[in-house]
């Protein structure tokens, strides 16, 4: 024991100039500083001695990181400049002495990867990643985290996808990373799409696509092209602006077309050969809805997936679905569209009941329900829809049975959040009848009654 001590004394010596500092300028009292000595001995002496822990360090970094916080509130009410002195160090410190010690608990390099992710120290984050990614190249999260990190923070797509591409070779059969490669493909496609419509790059393309020629057939002279100087001597020419060719180029470019998420799209489906997995990545591709590539995504994952399984549930909602992807609730095509895709939603019901394919037919309307922009007519004939899938589900159950209450009571949820009263209150009635005991239904019987 006597060695621990002797090292927690070590540690505790090294903060005194910065607490005398703090006292000096008036940011602690003596009390207060007397105080935090002594929560720092018994940190340090629970920390060297025999039986720490994890969460001990943990809690210690916690600690320090209020403390640091409330010097920083108190230097600035005050008007101080910066005592020379950060909690920073300290705490990078404490949070590299746990990850040495635990090297085999990830919730302790992510306490550390986080702090340092917040405190702006790139180059510590960076050092960070190597070291865990060495030690735990298995672990999916931290290639994730590490490729987010590259894209969020350091605004590096190419230093992601590396991190996206190594974490594949060590965890070829982590579904999630396969995922969240996808995601990050389309992220980077939605800020270039949306920097585009900024710049007004896309317009100026519709806008020459689109200009018409028009010509006065009735007119008793031919109208000439305008020659400048500028065609006569190029070298003259001031013209700023944009090449159309160099922005139809751009727009042709495998990123914006979206060949490398269908790349990525078609090596997961040779890994796994899951059309439920591939429906994931179809719900994923759609939370983009704005970007013009959509269409040949979606439309390439849906036929991908009946090719393999036309008749799985997965393959048949994500086939009806496809022609709304890129169709925004606003756009004059969407009504006409739904009707299509509606009209096959009823056939299917009929000719595949399952359910499987009713679950996932209400999720999907649901969503479309709950968009703010959706046209009042629009969103009855949708509820309609659903009380007609409702109707069929409640059949199926009644006839094959099925241990789906948990899942009945989670749909009710969602229809009373959404205000859909009479939906609530019929498939409340009948699931009641099914499952009369179920905690869930009766707490929303007792719910609706008051």
Not at 118 to 132: E, G, P, W, Y
Not at 211 to 216: F, K
Not at 431 to 447: A, I, N, R, Y
Request: a positive charge.
């Amino acid at each position: 024991m006597s060695g621990a001590s002797d090292k927690a004394r070590f540690y505790l010596e090294q903060s005194i100039p910065e607490l005398l500092e703090l006292e000096r300028k008036k940011i602690f009292t003596k009390d207060e500083v007397s105080s935090i000595a002594k929560r720092r001995s018994d940190f340090e002496h629970k920390l060297n001695g025999r039986g720490s822990v994890p969460f001990d360090y943990a809690r210690y970094a916690e600690y320090e990181m209020n403390l640091d916080a409330l010097r920083r509130k108190r230097t600035k009410r005050m008007g101080q400049k910066n005592a020379g002195y950060t909690g920073q160090k300290r705490i990078s410190f404490i949070l590299d002495r746990a990850t040495r010690k635990f090297h085999g608990d990830i919730g302790l390099w992510m306490q550390y990867l986080d702090y340092s992710r917040k405190q702006k120290a790139h180059k510590k984050v960076a050092q960070i990643l190597t070291s865990v990614l060495r030690l735990h190249p298995i672990k999916p999260q931290l290639w994730i985290y590490a490729a987010k990190y590259m894209m969020e923070d350091q605004g590096d797509m190419t230093g992601a996808r590396s991190y996206m591409q190594r974490g594949l070779r060590f965890c070829k059969q982590s579904k999630e990373l396969w995922l969240e490669y996808a995601r990050l493909e389309l992220i980077y496609i939605a800020k270039i799409t949306g920097r585009r419509e900024i710049l007004g790059l896309d317009s100026q393309l519709y806008k020459q696509a689109t200009q018409p020629v028009l010509e006065d057939h009735e007119a008793d002279h031919i109208a000439l092209s305008r020659i400048t100087a500028e065609d006569i001597n190029p070298s003259l020419s001031t013209d700023d602006s944009i090449d159309q060719n160099v922005l139809q180029n751009l727009s042709k470019t495998p990123v914006l077309t979206g060949a490398i998420p269908i790349a990525i799209f078609d090596a997961a489906m040779d890994n796994f050969k899951d059309v439920s997995f591939g429906e994931r990545f179809y719900n994923v591709a759609i939370e983009f809805n704005n970007i013009s590539c959509i269409r040949q995504i979606s439309n390439h994952i849906a036929n991908a997936l009946t090719s393999l399984d036309p008749a799985s549930p997965a393959s048949i909602s994500c086939f009806i679905r496809q022609p709304l992807a890129g169709v925004q609730t606003s756009s004059s095509d969407f009504p006409a569209i739904l009707g299509v895709v509606l009209k096959q939603l009823r056939i299917k019901i009929e000719t595949h009941p399952s359910l499987e394919f009713l679950d996932r037919s209400v999720d999907w309307l649901l969503s479309y329900i709950s968009g703010a922009d959706i046209d009042p007519d629009i969103r009855t004939v949708i509820i309609a829809t659903l009380s007609r899938v409702m109707g069929q589900y409640r059949t199926m159950i009644q006839t094959k049975g099925g241990g789906l209450s948990d899942r009945v009571a989670d749909l009710l949820r969602e229809f009373q959040a959404r205000g859909l009263e009479k939906l609530f209150l019929s498939t409340l009635a009948w699931s009641s009848e099914v499952w009369p005991l179920h905690p869930g239904l009766l707490t929303l019987k007792d719910s609706a009654a008051s």
